[in-house]
């Protein structure tokens, strides 16, 4: 039998932007009941850590960053409806309907259900255990065990920050890989092509075979349970054992009514992450708000940026008036020894700084546009981040000479590690 429940705060989704919102909820002093569904039955975790669990790198308990299941709603006094994804949300009538039947009325509601990956192609059924996605901690037992065969080849799809992290995990173990994408070059999205082909050539070096400019047209059952695949450009088939899909997420957003809710790729948020409905709010991935760098709405499907908009919407759904400016996209990431750094937008710009050392592998490549700097890359180069990252995020004016006149202690250490940047760096002063 269903239920109509009623509920002070309902919470669909428990990420990290659901976790970061109850958190702010009752450190304002909210006292009434809250209410999380989800379509699973955990604490809140970090998908981030998901190939790290599954080759084994942490325990499983380390993927739950916000403590156990039980421990952390009942700290939070939360009541939490596992197994149990929304279905419909209706923001006119504050109803949140549930896939068992029940219906929660709401007096505000958090929508936070996160992203989900996309396959562009069709899995034929005698295949679906052979395409593999990267979100879930049941995707991570699934790589977890795909990784305990030691598979002879594999296909990762998508040569993207989750795509590379698949790709050192195969590695690891001894797999074959073939590094495969639609755009000409790796990270297309984050990295000046200069950036790519350093790590394009390190690949190389190391044995991954990539596929460039080509999209997946079809996966085929081939000999002896094996996938085929067929690609756009007419290039030749591969046979493999596993095709890992990496190349995307889409906001999880089936529930809502788009008449209702206004949307563009995600659930469109002020800076109060509120939606076009009243006592409607979003945060993280599935959530489209502020990016600092455009002045207009991105989804920004970062860690960081799901916390602190749950945390922005708590602090608001209790009552508070906090405005959270936005973030911009940025990723920092290490993989088989390399550290790649990138934010901002660097295809872009009416200047620019470069600075590369193939010996070592280390590169620095600055975009500006109208005097502010706008994009940043780096490799192998972490040092860097902190002082460029905080130019850019505070729209500091000026070229170089600017950024290294304000922090002569950092650049100091930099000088010291990276002597010819230093010389570059100082040609860039003296005009
Ligand atoms: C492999 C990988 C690597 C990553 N690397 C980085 C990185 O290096 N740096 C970085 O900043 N970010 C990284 N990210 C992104 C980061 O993990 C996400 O931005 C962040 O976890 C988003 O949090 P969220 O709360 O919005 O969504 P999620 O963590 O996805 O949580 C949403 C929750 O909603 C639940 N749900 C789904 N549908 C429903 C429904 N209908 N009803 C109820 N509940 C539902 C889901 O079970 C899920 O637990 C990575 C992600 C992955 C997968």
Redesign the pocket.
């Known amino acids: 039998m269903s239920n109509r429940i009623k509920a002070g705060i309902v919470s669909?989704?428990?990420?990290?932007?659901?976790a970061e919102c109850i958190i702010a909820l009752r450190k304002c002093g909210y006292a009434r009941d809250i209410h999380v569904?989800?379509?699973?039955d955990m604490a809140?975790?970090?998908?981030?850590l998901?190939?790290y669990y599954a080759s084994t790198k942490i325990d499983e308990g380390m993927l739950f960053p916000f403590g156990g299941r039980d421990e952390f709603y009942r700290k939070y006094h939360v009541a939490f409806h596992p197994n149990s994804?929304?279905?419909k949300v209706d923001g006119v009538r504050h109803e949140v309907e549930l896939e068992n039947g029940d219906v929660l009325l709401y007096d505000k509601c958090l929508i936070?259900?996160?992203?989900v990956p996309f396959t562009p192609f069709s899995i034929p059924d005698v295949l679906k255990d052979k395409v593999i996605t990267?979100?879930?901690i049941s995707d991570g037992e699934k790589l977890k065990n795909v990784l305990s065969e030691r598979p002879a080849k594999v296909l990762v799809l998508g040569a993207s920050?989750?795509g590379i992290?698949v790709l050192e995990a195969l590695h690891s173990v001894g797999s074959n890989v073939i590094f495969a994408d639609l755009a000409q070059h790796v990270f297309s999205l984050a990295a000046h092509v200069s950036c790519s082909q350093i790590i394009e050539k390190y690949l190389g070096d190391i044995g991954i075979q990539l596929r460039l400019g080509t999209a997946v047209r079809e996966i085929v059952p081939g000999e002896e349970c094996k996938c085929e695949v067929h690609f756009t450009d007419g290039g030749p088939n591969e046979v493999v054992d596993y095709v890992a899909s990496c190349v995307g997420v889409r906001p999880?957003m089936p529930?809502i009514d788009r008449q209702q809710v206004k949307t563009d790729r995600g659930i469109l948020v002020d800076t109060h992450l509120r939606t076009s409905c009243l006592d409607l709010y979003a945060?993280?991935?599935?959530a489209q708000g502020n990016d600092i760098l455009i002045d207009g709405k991105r989804i920004i499907?970062?860690?960081?940026?799901?916390r602190m908009q749950?945390k922005t919407a708590g602090m608001n759904m209790a009552g508070l008036d906090r405005e959270y400016i936005g973030s911009l996209p940025h990723?920092i990431?290490h993989f088989m020894d390399m550290d790649f750094v990138g934010i901002g937008d660097v295809a872009h710009g009416d200047r620019e700084f470069h600075f590369e050392d193939k010996s070592n592998r280390t590169l620095c490549h600055l975009t500006w546009t109208e005097n502010r700097l706008t994009g940043i890359n780096l490799l192998n180069m972490p040092e860097l981040s902190g002082v460029l990252k905080d130019c850019l995020i505070h729209n500091l004016e000026g070229g170089l000479p600017n950024i290294l006149s304000g922090n002569p202690l950092a650049m100091n250490r930099i000088y010291q590690k990276f002597p010819q940047l230093e010389r570059e760096l100082m040609k860039e002063v003296r005009g």
């Open positions: 669909v989704g428990n990420g990290a932007a659901s569904v989800s379509d699973v809140p975790y970090n998908p981030m998901v190939t994804p929304a279905v936070a259900s996160g992203a990267v979100r879930t920050m989750i992290k999880n529930f945060a993280g991935d599935v499907g970062l860690w960081a940026n799901a749950g990723n990431t």
